[in-house]
C-alpha cells in the first residue's frame, strides 16, 4: 500500500536468510552435501546445523554454483553490509579456499567455520595467521599485513568516528611488527605470531 515504505531487495535477502531455521522446521533439504555423517565427526556442528548451513551457503552467501562457490561470485548481501568489502573479501575468500583451486566447496566452507566458531584458541590463531599470510610461505610479512589492514580500513574506515587519518594503516602495521616480530628478521612466524596473542590474552586475563 502507499502508506508502507518500500523493501529494498537487499533487505528481502536478508529476510529470506532469517527465515531459513524457520523453513527447516516444516521442510526438509532436497539435496545434502556428501558426507554428513563424517562432517558432523570432524566439526563441532550438529547434523541440525549442517543442514541449516548448507541451505544458508547455498542461498545466502553466495550465488549457487552446483557444488562450489567461486570466486568473486558473491551475492548482493555481503556488499549491503559493507559496500567497499572487495579487497577484505578477496582475501577471506583466499583463506577458505585452502587448496588454492578457486573455488570453495561447501565442506571447505564448513570446517573453517567450525575452527572460527567452536575451534581452540589455537585453532583459531592459526586459522587467522593463514589469513594474513597471504602468499603462504608461512611468513607474515609487512608488506602482506598492510594489504590486509589496508582492505580492512577500506571496509570500515569511512564508516568510523573520529575520521581514521590517511597514515593509520602504516602505523598499525608498524605497532603489530612491534610486538609480533621477536626476533626482529622483518617477519612473523606462526610461533610468534601465536606466542605474542596469547601474551596480550593473558594481559587481558581472558579465559
Not at 80 to 90: E, K, L, T, V
Not at 113 to 137: A, C, M, P
Not at 173 to 181: C, G, I, L, R, T
Request: hydrophobic share 35%; glycine share 4%; net charge negative.
Amino acid at each position: 500500500t502507499g502508506d508502507q515504505p518500500e523493501i529494498s531487495s537487499a533487505e528481502q535477502t536478508l529476510w529470506r536468510c532469517y527465515k531459513i531455521e524457520d523453513e527447516l522446521e516444516m521442510t526438509t533439504v532436497c539435496y545434502r552435501p556428501e558426507g554428513l555423517e563424517q562432517l558432523e565427526a570432524q566439526t563441532n556442528f550438529t547434523k541440525r546445523e549442517l543442514q541449516v548451513l548448507y541451505r544458508g551457503f547455498k542461498n545466502c552467501i553466495f550465488y549457487y554454483h552446483p557444488s562450489a562457490v567461486q570466486y568473486p561470485n558473491y551475492s548482493p548481501v555481503f556488499h549491503s553490509f559493507y559496500p567497499d568489502a572487495s579487497m577484505y573479501a578477496h582475501y577471506l575468500f583466499n583463506a577458505f579456499d585452502t587448496a588454492q583451486t578457486g573455488s570453495v566447496k561447501f565442506e571447505g566452507f564448513v570446517m573453517a567455520l567450525s575452527t572460527l566458531l567452536r575451534g581452540t584458541v589455537h585453532e583459531k590463531l592459526r586459522w587467522t595467521f593463514n589469513l594474513y599470510d597471504i602468499n603462504k610461505d608461512g611468513y607474515i610479512n609487512k608488506e602482506e599485513m598492510m594489504d590486509i589492514v589496508k582492505a580492512i580500513y577500506d571496509m570500515m574506515g569511512k564508516y568510523t568516528y573520529p575520521v581514521l587519518k590517511q597514515d593509520a594503516p602504516r602505523l598499525h602495521v608498524e605497532v603489530f611488527f612491534q610486538k609480533m616480530d621477536k626476533n626482529k628478521d622483518g617477519v612473523v612466524t606462526l610461533d610468534e605470531f601465536i606466542e605474542s596473542c596469547q601474551e596480550v590474552r593473558t594481559f587481558l586475563l581472558l579465559p
